[in-house]
């Protein structure tokens, strides 16, 4: 059962690049909507507002996401280059080559604020999988609590 009344699951792509939540993709992960805010560009709830995952499943989770970064940052460039070849060119005769990398490296410095949104939302997408049950709450079991130590307090 889904947790719309359409019955119908929501497009990982498209919940990828607009940055909702990995469990239900529907929640925004992001407090502002505006990726080039960049005072509050990165800044995230506590919880999904749509499902209550919560969105830094632990402490120092989003290292990762340096690792995502650089490789959207990598297809970017992979797709500039062969666009620049396809329509401009290279030749050993003149400086294409340097005018690429300045084109390059400006559209690497746009792009930034919406690769480092992308990558947390592909990491968190990596660890946490769509629940189409998500209004049900969390499985049982699936608490944060150390079954350890719950008593000891």
Same mark, same amino acid.
């Given at each position: =059962?889904?947790?719309? %009344?359409?019955?119908?699951? &929501?497009?990982?792509?498209?919940?990828?690049?607009?940055? %909702?939540?990995?469990?239900?993709?529907?929640?925004?992960?992001?407090?502002?909507?505006?990726?080039?805010? @960049?005072?509050?560009? =990165?800044? =995230?709830?506590? %919880?999904? &507002?749509?499902?209550?995952?919560?969105?830094?499943?632990? #402490?120092?989770? +989003? $290292?990762?996401?340096? +690792?995502?970064?650089? !490789?959207?940052?990598?297809?970017?460039?992979?797709?500039?280059?062969?666009? *620049? *070849?396809?329509?401009?060119?290279?030749?050993?005769?003149?400086?294409?080559?340097? *005018?690429? @990398?300045?084109?390059?490296? #400006?559209? @690497?410095?746009? @792009?930034?604020?919406?690769?480092?949104? /992308?990558?947390?939302?592909? /990491?968190?997408?990596?660890?946490?999988? $769509?629940?189409?049950? *998500?209004?049900?709450?969390?499985?049982?079991?699936?608490?944060? #609590?150390? !079954?350890?130590? %719950?008593?000891?307090?």
């Amino acid at each position: =059962m889904c947790a719309d %009344k359409k019955h119908e699951r &929501p497009n990982l792509f498209k919940s990828l690049l607009g940055n %909702k939540c990995a469990r239900c993709r529907r929640g925004s992960i992001f407090s502002k909507k505006n990726p080039y805010d @960049l005072a509050n560009c =990165m800044k =995230m709830p506590e %919880k999904c &507002p749509v499902c209550g995952q919560q969105i830094e499943v632990e #402490v120092g989770f +989003y $290292y990762g996401t340096g +690792y995502v970064s650089y !490789a959207l940052s990598i297809a970017v460039c992979v797709a500039s280059l062969i666009a *620049w *070849w396809l329509f401009v060119g290279f030749s050993i005769y003149d400086n294409r080559i340097f *005018w690429w @990398l300045g084109v390059n490296a #400006v559209l @690497l410095l746009i @792009l930034q604020p919406l690769i480092m949104r /992308w990558s947390r939302t592909i /990491w968190l997408a990596f660890f946490v999988g $769509y629940d189409e049950d *998500w209004q049900q709450g969390p499985p049982a079991g699936s608490g944060r #609590v150390n !079954a350890t130590f %719950k008593n000891a307090i």
